[in-house]
């Protein structure tokens, strides 16, 4: 049972556009959302973070927006760069339940020129 | 500042073996968090270690098991390896609390013959 749900293996936007990654999820007692970035023969690596109490944060060029009716997060990167090429984790946690992240499939980001 | 490390970085190892995986805390960090990520999947969680004992496990059978060392240092340990354990294998440190900023290091990638 996928509780959180990243619907598009891939996705390629070009240098300078917006890029957007949608994640779904099905746990309603998911409170807190993170966005990982993943290079070849690297660990994933930390990008942004919401709780449920908000429904947009901003850091740069990355900005998460959550909508908790929706079971429904989304990734955006204004403007695309071509370091930005890579795979993105969208992940999920129950702060209160527990010190579990449930991790999507991921999303393979293509940038091109 | 030292990052989190592991070793090996690649292992191949047979049916029905035992295999010890290592990893190094970021610097200052005290909790350590296992990962298995099968091909064309997310990371899932095994287990967390917090000052030397197991806080919080995921859905994987007691033949994966795991230390943590006074120096915050880590070990998984897989008995009786299955074909299904293929995977990278990721740990995950941490400042307790601050869980949801984990820094990854680069995994190490087991193939079970």
């Known amino acids: 049972d996928q509780q959180v749900k990243q619907n598009s293996p891939s996705l390629s936007v070009q240098e300078g556009r917006i890029s957007i990654l949608n994640c779904d999820y099905t746990?309603?007692?998911?409170?807190?959302f993170l966005w990982y970035k993943k290079y070849p023969a690297e660990g994933p690596t930390f990008l942004i973070s919401i709780s449920s109490i908000k429904d947009k944060n901003e850091d740069g060029r990355f900005t998460v927006f959550l909508n908790k009716s929706a079971k429904h997060l989304s990734l955006h990167i204004v403007p695309s760069q071509p370091g930005d090429s890579a795979v993105y984790f969208c992940a999920a946690s129950a702060v209160n339940r527990d010190d579990k992240i449930i991790f999507g499939k991921g999303t393979r980001l293509h940038i091109l020129p | 500042e030292t990052g989190v490390t592991q070793s090996p970085t690649h292992l191949i190892k047979t049916r029905g073996q035992q295999v010890t995986l290592r990893c190094s805390s970021q610097s200052g960090h005290n909790t350590v968090s296992w990962y298995q990520q099968a091909l064309g999947q997310g990371p899932q969680f095994i287990f967390q270690?917090?000052?030397?004992?197991?806080?919080g496990r995921g859905n994987f059978p007691p033949r994966f098991s795991g230390l943590q060392f006074p120096n915050y240092s880590s070990e998984l340990n897989v008995n009786a390896l299955e074909l299904d354990d293929s995977a990278l294998y990721l740990c995950?440190?941490?400042?307790?609390?601050?869980?949801?900023?984990?820094?990854f290091g680069p995994g190490t990638r087991l193939t079970v013959t």
């Open positions: 746990n309603s007692m998911f409170d807190y």
């Open positions: 270690y917090y000052r030397e004992e197991e806080n």
């Open positions: 995950a440190s941490s400042l307790r609390g601050a869980l949801y900023e984990q820094y």
